[in-house]
């Protein structure tokens, strides 16, 4: 590093210091969390589900970094309405480090759930494709937008679970200009909560000779 660059980054701190997200404490790291904070979050992993949803489900296996508490909470919300991409590359990086190593054996493509175009237009950007496309550089397997979200929904936000399963029901349709028979797909998205969403996106899948769907996300809020 020269000179210049030293003094640089010396200016930048001094003014700009790099602040948790979470707590706003000044850090010397460019990370999103400061070490209390990032001790606070708690890992969860394999998502499980009853017998009843195993059979309503079109995906085989769901698995999640965190459990949604007040920390992944916050990381979320800067990274999904402020576009910090540093933030979803930051919990990406660390989902990818606590995978199984059998997780994405059988897989052949990344998908990530879609915004309807006037959503994508206001946010200027999808989430669930920022964290697709940085799990397809640490995994080397490409992302695929083969899903497009046909009909504006309102957030699931507060809905109910039957609200929620209504909310999204047959809003999703495969791009026609892709044979995904006999591939292997993983789903990407932010939170799982009642797996509605998931599981519409799995549904067109499958229902076009998809050979295997699993989920995967930053984190998970379910409930039955």
């Known amino acids: 590093m020269t000179l210049f660059n030293c003094y640089f980054n010396y200016l930048r701190n001094l003014f700009f210091p790099q602040i948790c ?3 706003n404490s000044r850090m010397k790291s460019n990370q999103p969390l400061c070490p209390i904070c990032a001790e ?25 970094g965190y459990e949604y508490n007040k920390i992944i909470r916050n990381l ?6 402020k576009e910090m991409t540093l933030v979803g590359n930051y919990l ?12 994405l054996e059988d897989i052949d493509y990344i998908v990530p759930i879609p915004l309807h175009k006037v959503k994508k237009r206001a946010r200027g950007f999808n989430q669930s494709e920022i964290l697709s496309n940085s799990l397809s550089e640490l995994s080397h397997i490409p992302t695929l937008n083969i899903i497009n979200r046909a009909v504006y929904t309102k957030t699931q ?9 209504s909310n999204v029901k047959n809003v999703f349709v495969l791009n026609k200009n892709f044979d995904i028979s ?5 789903i990407v998205d932010d939170v799982f909560t009642t797996g509605s ?28």
């Open 21 to 23: 997200f979470v707590c």
């Open 40 to 64: 606070k979050l708690k890992e969860h992993h394999h998502i499980e589900f009853s017998d009843e949803q195993k059979k309503e489900f079109y995906f085989t296996e769901a698995y999640a």
């Open 76 to 81: 979320i919300h800067e990274f999904k309405y």
């Open 92 to 103: 990406m990086n660390m989902l990818f480090s606590k995978l199984p190593e059998n997780f």
């Open 157 to 165: 936000t507060k809905l109910s679970k039957n609200e929620r399963k």
């Open 182 to 186: 006999k591939k292997g797909f993983v």
């Open 197 to 224: 969403t998931a599981n519409e996106a799995a549904k067109v899948l499958k229902d076009h000779n998809a050979e295997i769907v699993k989920v995967l996300v930053l984190a998970t809020a379910k409930h039955q």
